[in-house]
Nanobody, 111 residues
């Protein structure tokens, strides 16, 4: 069983930045790709970015050039650096590996 715990969310003004973290329990973090999803009000959960074992990345069009996904296998932690945040980025952000999900962290972009 793997547990994923997100942190780093909060309230930020438009144009600001946040870095989300996803801490994984256990010793198999490095064996799986990871991804970040978000659920914004009124919409279904959607894929934001993914990072594959070979280093390849995917970004949704709405975050390209603004968000960066990364991981530190030595720390069993994944990250999502979010820059140039917009009010439309407001929502709950989840990290995921294989069948496991974190509980989510709230991001609110508002002046």
């Amino acid at each position: 069983q793997v547990q994923l715990v997100e942190s780093g969310g909060g309230l930020v003004q438009p144009g600001g930045s946040l870095r989300l973290s996803c801490a994984a329990s256990g010793s198999i973090f490095s064996a799986y790709a990871m991804a970040w999803y978000r659920q914004v009000p009124g919409k279904q959960r959607e894929l934001v970015a993914s990072l594959h074992l070979g280093g390849g990345t995917y970004y949704a069009d709405f975050v390209k050039g603004r968000f960066t996904i990364s991981r530190d296998n030595a720390k069993n932690t994944g990250y999502l650096q979010m820059n140039s945040l917009e009010p439309e980025d407001t929502g709950v952000y989840y990290c995921s590996q294989y069948i496991w999900w974190g509980q989510g962290t709230q991001v609110t972009v508002s002046s």
